[in-house]
């Protein structure tokens, strides 16, 4: 089977050697410019795989140029909820976002090292502020978001909007990832073990029969 690499748009050069050595084919989605209203969203970047490789993606072993970025539709927004909703989930999304430094880099756009370690003092308060322990158990809902995105809103209640739009940004390209699985018949394949535990608890939950493969990162 075909392979599709989740939840980024790019993977390390040794991933990708990883993926091509194991799987014929390895879908990459674009980046996903999720649009939360039509006010508010985030802003895609045009970069794809094959453009450094452009030898795999002529031969047919790079698949790219799935297309998830809009407005979340009704059947989407439910799925996402769900994840929301799951206390299972949220605390495996709070472990990752208080321990996990490569997960934080790819959720909020702090300035670190190659490390992966916060850099500025205001990036580390904001991650201190995430990291609370009450907001585990904080509920949201897309629509909670879109509501609190149409108006301005404090320091503290614009942390909380923050952490929820994590949230929504992180269960989206999970429950794209299996859509697209499903729909094209590929493996679901990551570099991530944060990632790689919460898709397995969203197919679990949701008895979604998918294979999910996390390859091992040593020593990058």
């Known amino acids: 089977m075909d392979a599709l690499y989740y939840p980024f748009h790019l993977c390390h050069e040794q991933t990708l050697h990883q993926l091509i050595e194991h799987y014929p084919r390895v879908h990459f989605r674009n980046f996903m410019a999720l649009q939360l209203t039509p006010f508010m969203g985030t ?5 794809c795989m094959g453009d450094d490789y452009p030898d795999l993606l002529e ?3 790079i698949v790219q140029g799935h297309d998830l970025s809009g407005p979340l539709n009704p059947a989407i927004t439910t799925l996402v909820n769900q994840d929301l909703a799951d206390p299972l989930w949220r605390t495996i999304f709070h472990q990752a976002l208080r321990d996990d430094r490569r997960f934080q880099r790819g959720l909020f756009p702090f300035s670190q090292d190659s490390q992966g370690r916060s850099t500025v003092a205001s990036d580390l308060a904001v991650l201190s502020a995430f990291q609370q322990p009450e907001r585990e158990f904080a509920p949201y809902t897309v629509e909670t978001l879109q509501v609190m995105s149409r108006r301005r809103l404090p320091d503290n209640e614009n942390l909380s909007f923050e952490y929820g739009f994590g949230l929504i940004k992180m269960s989206a390209a999970l429950v794209y990832s299996i859509q697209l699985c499903q729909q094209f018949g590929l493996v ?3 570099d991530s073990p944060s990632h790689h535990r ?4 969203t197919c679990l939950r949701n008895t979604v029969d998918l294979t999910n493969t996390c390859l091992k990162r040593e020593g990058y």
């Open 59 to 61: 031969k047919g072993r």
């Open 198 to 201: 919460l898709l397995e608890r």
């Open 43 to 47: 802003t895609a970047f045009p970069e």
């Open 188 to 190: 679901a394949v990551t």
